[in-house]
């Protein structure tokens, strides 16, 4: 703790004192004798910290035995799931080997740090920085534990070196109030001796304020006759009394911290706090005058960094700080501690200014991937210099070990909620499976717990309208269609309001026309037609794409243009093409998946020849003709088959993650392909004129790719 923030306290919890410190004297006797230099008061506080686990082994061995004096270094998600597993589970069990006929058979870790999944390389860096006390930003998309985490760290951080915080009247200047931190529940102590001795002092001031008062009606009724010249000195003395009392009031502390009752480390949650919520304030007094304002003291109100000294201040979305509370949140990091004033300059709490107040905290910053381009970058420097930065993965790969933990999160969300029926071994599965389906990598498992967790809720929510007891993989299968997001409600309302006005052709041949495929969202097909048009041209030839396109769309349909200036065999200078993605909405085109189906598209209206329309599309295109990975594939293909579509294109790259539900697998069949010339193949009608055209454009990029040849798709394939 910085030099100063607790007036020159021991660590033992004695509190060293000034006898010439004039706010200490009217509670010192208190006080010291709080602190065990007296009898009673003191010596019970010593017991009940005696009584206290020192650094938390107490808790601890309640989860791994009485015997185990386990570290830190034993919590995390390495901890094996409890229950009984084969011996040699089959590769092909989605239970992992589990012996389990419910979640009910499923023992849930008491410690949030050992109910973590997934996040290995994360879990790891949040039990350093809690051994060393080290700051930590977590990046990466909502809903992948990060606030799981900050919670976890938290428990892991000691109890004992919790403190009170008490703000004092400062009698020299009542603008500048006094600061003194206590051990973790003396403050409460501290408070009520002083309102105790506060209260015997003022029964003794109202004692002797009715014996004036009596005296002097006495007086003025019986000898001096003047009953209302005695009425008026009573009420004088007695406004006088009152008064004066106030002074004593004002003695008495206000406890600006209080963790009397904290059983871990404090947790502060700030995202999205206003300055004074996070930084502290001082209320607004109108009674500033004629002695009737409350005490600036007793106007102080803690915030979020203050109340997190010792433990942990969690803030999500840290770029939607404005830039002025992040320079002083960089402050209360630099310099472990913060003084609270007024947050509006037009209160009368902006007069106020207390002492600084301990801010000893370990900050958790989180955001997005866009979190750290608006993020202050001195406080970003403070976080890095001191701690650890963390990107939050997405996707797991597929282990026994890993499908046996996502079946103990079916059970930890429902013992979370409290309110849902148990599982069945085959609603586990179809929850993993659906993990699998979200994860869009082959061998992979989605870490998106929170919108997972919504579907193991909605599913027990359904089991439970129906009286039923236990949630089965019907459940399941109705919430999965319950719990579509809004993207995908919109997406099959698109599909639904197309059929009925005939733009969405779904059988023929029709020259220039092609249905490509796109994602909304995150897990939402949808089908967009693609249309293109040859005109003669006015100057020198263009190509015109339309639709909302966006920043790597644009760039897509300049590498298609490339190959068709090399295909084409008429002078395109002279011709302009155009291309329209039909009904692509305000929400625009995004991404570079549609470079296929614009190449198809254009080839076609330059050539004349038709598009089946049973087919759609979606995948990348090289400016060499090469078809690249993207991303959505398995809701793009089911999308394709709610459309009408017998056949789907898709690249050769994105073949092993397809993971389409069962009621799709028999309506649509799949062509992986890898190069241009094989799209235009399936696509084009008419063998000979389609053949001559494949030819060509085989010979023209020089890149078709031979038997056993494989194209390197990028890292990241686009999302569109």
């Known amino acids: 703790m910085p030099e100063g923030s607790q007036d020159g306290e021991e660590p033992d919890g004695n509190e060293q004192t000034d006898d010439d410190d004039p706010w200490r004297s009217p509670g010192s006797t208190i006080e010291e004798t709080l602190a065990g230099n007296g009898e009673s008061p003191g010596e019970t506080f010593d017991e009940d910290i005696d009584e206290q686990p020192a650094g938390g082994d107490e808790q601890l061995s309640d989860t791994h035995g009485e015997n185990e004096e386990p570290t830190i270094d034993d919590l995390g998600s390495d901890v094996e799931i409890d229950a009984e597993i084969e011996d040699d589970p089959d590769p092909e069990d989605l239970l992992g080997g589990l012996k389990i006929d419910s979640t009910e058979e499923i023992n849930i870790p008491e410690r949030l740090v050992d109910q973590v999944i997934g996040q290995e390389h994360a879990r790891d860096v949040i039990i350093k920085a809690a051994k060393q006390r080290r700051h930590v930003m977590m990046i990466g998309a909502p809903g992948t534990g990060k606030s799981m985490l900050a919670k976890a760290m938290s428990e892991l951080l000691p109890k004992e070196e919790l403190q009170d915080v008490l703000v004092y009247h400062n009698p020299d200047d009542g603008n500048k109030p006094k600061v003194r931190t206590v051990p973790a529940g003396k403050g409460e102590q501290i408070v009520q001796a002083h309102k105790e001795e506060a209260r015997k002092r003022n029964q003794m001031r109202s004692f002797l304020m009715w014996i004036i008062i009596i005296v002097v009606l006495g007086y003025a009724l019986i000898i001096a006759g003047q009953i209302l010249l005695g009425i008026l000195a009573a009420g004088i003395i007695y406004i006088a009394f009152k008064y004066a009392s106030r002074g004593s009031d004002a003695m008495v502390p206000n406890l600006l911290v209080n963790n009397a009752d904290t059983k871990t480390a404090p947790f502060r949650d700030a995202t999205g706090a206003h300055a004074g919520a996070l930084l502290g304030d001082v ?21 979020a960094i203050h109340k997190a000294n010792k433990g942990v201040l969690f803030v999500d979305e840290i770029n939607t700080l404005d830039i002025r509370s992040q320079q002083h949140l960089m402050t209360a990091i630099q310099e ?69 933990k996502y079946a103990r999160f079916v059970a930890q969300e429902i013992t979370k909620d409290g309110r ?48 039923a007891e236990m949630t089965t993989r019907q459940h399941v299968l109705a919430a999965k269609d319950r719990s579509r997001s809004i993207e995908q409600q919109l997406a099959d309302d698109y599909i639904e309001r197309r059929k009925d006005y005939e733009i969405q052709v779904a059988e023929g041949y029709v020259v220039g026309r092609v249905n490509g495929l796109a994602v909304m969202g995150e897990d939402s097909g949808i089908m967009l037609p693609v249309m293109a048009e040859v005109a003669p041209s006015q100057g020198p030839g263009d190509v ?157 990029t020089g890149s078709a790719l031979n038997e056993g040849a494989s194209v390197a798709g990028p890292s990241s394939p686009s999302p569109q």
Do not use: W
């Open 544 to 700: 015109i794409a339309t639709g909302q396109l966006k920043e790597m769309a644009q760039e897509s349909v300049s590498n298609v243009s490339a190959i068709i200036k090399k295909f084409s065999d008429v002078n395109i200078s002279e011709k302009d093409i155009h291309i329209q993605f039909i009904q692509a909405g305000q929400q625009g085109v995004d991404g570079d998946s549609a470079s296929i189906t614009v190449a198809a598209a254009v080839i076609s209206a330059l050539e004349e020849v038709g598009v089946d329309q049973s087919l759609a599309m979606t995948g990348s295109l090289s400016v060499r003709g090469d078809v690249l990975p993207v991303g959505g594939v398995t809701h793009k293909i089911e999308a394709a088959a709610k459309s009408g579509c017998d056949r789907v294109i898709i690249p050769e790259s994105n073949k092993q993650d397809v993971m389409i539900e069962d009621e799709y697998e028999e309506m649509i069949e799949i062509i992986p392909v890898s190069h241009i010339s094989e799209v235009l193949d399936v696509a084009l009608e008419g063998e000979p004129e389609k053949d001559s055209l494949v030819d060509r454009l085989k010979n023209i």
């Open 420 to 467: 849902l029926p148990e599982f069945t071994d085959d609603a586990i599965r179809e929850i993993i499976l659906e993990s699998k389906r979200r994860a869009g990598r082959k061998n992979h498992l989605s870490l998106h717990f929170r919108t997972l967790g919504g579907l193991v809720r909605v599913a027990g929510d359904i089991a439970r309208g129906e009286d």
């Open 283 to 303: 209320r607004h007094d109108p009674f500033q005058s004629g002695g009737m304002e409350t005490p600036s003291h007793d106007r102080v109100e803690a915030g």
């Open 336 to 404: 472990g501690e913060f003084g609270i004033t007024g947050q509006s300059e037009r209160s009368s709490g902006a007069m106020v200014q207390t002492e600084p107040v301990p801010t000893d905290f370990i900050m958790i910053a989180a955001g997005n991937l866009d979190a750290m381009e608006n993020m202050h970058p001195a406080l970003r420097n403070r976080i890095k210099g001191y701690g650890y930065e963390v990107y939050m993965e997405e996707t797991i790969e597929d282990t026994p070990e890993m499908r046996r």
